[in-house]
Nanobody, 120 residues
Framework: EEKLVVSGGDLVQPGGSLRLSCAAS????????LSWVRQAPGKDLEWIGS????????YYEDFAKGRFTISMNNAKNTLYLQMNNLKSTDTAVYYC?????????????WGQGTQVTVSS
C-alpha cells in the first residue's frame, strides 16, 4: 500500500538547478532510510544519496557531493533532492526508493520516476 511518487523532472540548461520531490503515501517507514537513485540511458542504476529518517543524516555518492542535497519534510512525508550546477551527465530518470546505499543494487521496477534532461 505504500507508494512513493516522484515529481519535478524537467528540461534544464547546464548550470541550472532543479528540485525533485518524493511524496510518500501509506508510508510505514519500513526502512530506516530513503534514497535517490537514477538511471541514465544505457547505464546501470546509480545511487545518488540517502537520508536516514530518524537522524536526518545524509550520505552522497562522490559525483553528488557539493551539488546535490537531500532533505525531508517529516510533516509532509516528502523527500527532496535539490540539484544545482547541473551537467549534461546528470541526464537520467530519477527515482526515490526505500533503503540506504544498498539501494544501488535494487532490481527494477523502482516505482515511478521522473525524467531530468540537462541540455542547452
Amino acid at each position: 500500500e505504500e507508494k512513493l511518487v516522484v515529481s519535478g523532472g524537467d528540461l534544464v540548461q547546464p548550470g541550472g538547478s532543479l528540485r525533485l520531490s518524493c511524496a510518500a503515501s501509506g508510508f510505514t517507514f519500513s526502512s530506516p532510510a530513503l534514497s535517490w537513485v537514477r538511471q541514465a540511458p544505457g547505464k546501470d542504476l546509480e545511487w545518488i544519496g540517502s537520508l536516514y529518517i530518524d537522524t536526518k543524516n545524509t550520505y552522497y555518492e562522490d559525483f553528488a557531493k557539493g551539488r546535490f542535497t537531500i532533505s525531508m519534510n517529516n510533516a509532509k512525508n516528502t523527500l527532496y533532492l535539490q540539484m544545482n550546477n547541473l551537467k549534461s551527465t546528470d541526464t537520467a530518470v530519477y527515482y526515490c526508493v526505500k533503503g540506504g546505499p544498498e539501494s544501488r543494487y535494487l532490481r527494477p521496477p523502482w516505482g515511478q520516476g521522473t525524467q531530468v534532461t540537462v541540455s542547452s
